[in-house]
DNA sequence: GCGGCTAATTATGTATACATAAAATCAAAA
DNA sequence: TTTTGATTTTATGTATACATAATTAGCCGC
């Protein structure tokens, strides 16, 4: 009953959307192919009208490509274009440190970031490290990329790292995950949590060139790590491989 | 009968795109303002479902916003807005000239780059700076760009690009044109063409670092340029007023 | 046997009808 | 006169029917 009335407050196209995505990112539906409406209409529960809706959100999204005839078809990603992602990220995360260390935040604002960081050093203070407390990094990860977002306070900023972080390889949670296949996953946290610190400290004294040198390093480092991991993959199943291991983060918690 | 002809030949949710955005930009739609899909109708011509699909793609292209009751309402941008657009796009700019510089360009690659400089050089060398002279000038302005960054090769990196200029203010025609009101406009055009053979100078010598610190000044220069520009305004009007100034570029010739 | 053309089928683009939810207006009561 | 509630109207969300264009398959000719 409960999951029948969240299925009813969300409209038909959202609820075709996060099908069709599913679909994309499980790999049920292969980069190249296309995207049969009707038998998406099968597949959804819904009727053409929204998955048209979800088809066209889906394509600027990025999962989905127009095909010039008509229709859409799945979008492929090379390994080049996923590391360009994560650098294109890290460059729009640079931008928004850096706002928020030039224009000066309060310790209001600094607050939640903060608390995000005591969490994060907790997690990792502790000796070994479980699989439950990686998907709690993953998570405190992915809100302090968020939190640091939104302390640039400049609408246009954040518009665009959201549209950025579409890709689920480009999301915090989507490379941070990719990189669990790496050993050292345990060196990587402290690494990114001493990151994190340093940032807030470049914000907090108002160096705003700092701050976005450490993000834009931040993100390098990532794409490093996750292009060592992808070395021994071929790059087409990449897509589904990525989004299996990337985290839905809840949204709407400003 | 050309006209009907081109007319027909475009979708009726491309014509719909085309004739809401016009509405949006020539100010005939207020920000705020809920826009009624009726009334899109009966203004475009078209039936209710290619208009609610140019809704949803002017959303994404960040003229609308939507309403939580339903709906589309048109965006409203605050000079900051305005000048952090500049910037973001800027920084994404840079991005892609280092992107060109690292990777090594051909020289049949840059070939048309070199052309549009020389184009410039010409133009801008002619005593008088007539009306047609700048809007000649714009448009070589706004190939260069897209030259530059196609040059950097790096589909994500084109693509948000692309995204970011979506909004007339963050669109190279659209912040040039709004310079136009500047007195010292022919000033301007040779500090642009100084600027834009440097950066193919650090391209050419793979010079990946000046070339991004070049492209980002040059954003900066057109963000400080543009905020003279519009200190005696209000920033109620920016966007009409903006958006009557840009020209449209020609968009398929690559 | 292979290639091109034609026809048929299928898929997309478009229009419209219907249902539900929201908003506005009018009326009644405080 | 103002506020609240109910009713009506309108607008959005959804579904489906229809038309056109594209793709595929089959057939005929070379």
Redesign the pocket.
Same mark, same amino acid.
């Not at 296309?34 to 038998?39: G, K």
């Given at each position: 009953m409960n999951d029948r009335d969240a299925e009813r407050s969300?409209?038909?196209? #959202?609820?075709a959307q996060l099908a069709l995505r599913d679909q994309i990112l499980s790999g049920s539906l292969r980069p190249g192919e296309?995207? !049969?409406?009707?038998?998406a #209409?099968e597949t959804t /529960? #819904? !009727?053409?009208?929204? #998955?048209?809706?979800a088809?066209v959100r889906l394509e600027e999204e990025g999962l989905l490509e127009?095909?010039? !005839? /008509?229709?859409?078809m799945v979008k492929g990603f090379s390994e080049r274009d996923i590391l360009d992602s994560i650098e294109l990220r890290g460059t729009l995360e640079g931008l928004a440190a850096r706002f928020a260390a030039e224009r000066g935040v309060s310790a209001r604002d600094l607050a939640p970031l903060k608390e995000n960081l005591a969490e994060l050093e907790t997690l990792v203070n502790q000796d070994q490290v479980s699989v439950e407390a990686f998907s709690v990094y993953v998570t405190l990860n992915a809100r302090f990329h968020a939190l640091l977002t939104e302390l640039s306070r400049s609408a246009p900023v954040i518009r665009q790292i959201d549209r950025a972080s579409a890709l689920p390889f480009a999301s915090p949670s989507g490379f941070v995950m990719a990189q669990s296949a790496l050993p050292e996953a345990h060196q990587i946290l402290m690494i990114a949590q001493e990151h994190h610190r340093i940032v807030v400290d470049a914000i907090e004294n108002r160096e705003g060139a700092r701050a976005e040198a450490i993000m834009r390093e931040h993100a390098r480092l990532a794409a490093r790590n996750l292009r060592l991991a992808l070395r021994n993959r071929t790059h087409l199943d990449l897509l589904p491989a990525l989004a299996q291991a990337a985290v839905r983060v809840p949204q709407g918690e400003s």
């Open positions: 969300v409209s038909q196209t #959202v609820r296309r995207i !049969s409406e009707l038998q #209409v /529960g #819904v !009727s053409r009208t929204p #998955v048209r809706m088809l127009a095909i010039p !005839s /008509g229709g859409f």
